[in-house]
């Protein structure tokens, strides 16, 4: 089993930037990708960004590439910078993993959340 724990939400100006954090523990040599998804009220959980959990090799980024950043250290934690922060970009953020060989870009490819963590960008 592996546990995942998001850090670092709250809230931000229109045009500031954030990072947030997920954190793995437990059987984290498993693991082959991590995640973000993010859903807004009334919206569908949407991908984010993906990496390769421990070689950063391949790495996935939505429409929202120019201003997302995803990274990971050697210490089991995942990071996302969101740039350029628009009121949109207001939603839960939850931190997701895979394993199996495959990136979680999709929710049915992941096999662990975290509990989110909420995200609020005021204009």
């Known amino acids: 089993q592996v546990q995942l724990v998001e850090t670092g939400g709250g809230r931000a100006q229109a045009g500031g930037s954030l990072r947030i954090s997920c954190t793995a523990s437990g059987r984290t040599s498993d693991l082959f990708g991590g995640a973000w998804f993010r859903q807004a009220p009334g919206s569908e959980r949407e991908i984010v960004a993906a990496?390769?959990?421990?070689?950063?090799?391949q790495t996935h980024a939505d429409s929202k590439k120019n201003r997302i950043t995803i990274s990971r250290d050697n210490e089991n934690t995942m990071y996302l910078q969101i740039n350029s922060l628009k009121p949109e970009d207001t939603a839960v953020y939850y931190c997701?993993?895979?394993?199996?060989?495959?990136?979680?870009?999709?929710?049915?490819?992941?096999?662990?959340w975290g509990q989110g963590i909420q995200v609020t960008v005021s204009s």
């Open positions: 997701a993993a895979s394993l199996n060989w495959i990136l979680p870009t999709i929710p049915s490819r992941v096999d662990y």
């Open positions: 990496i390769s959990w421990h070689d950063s090799d």
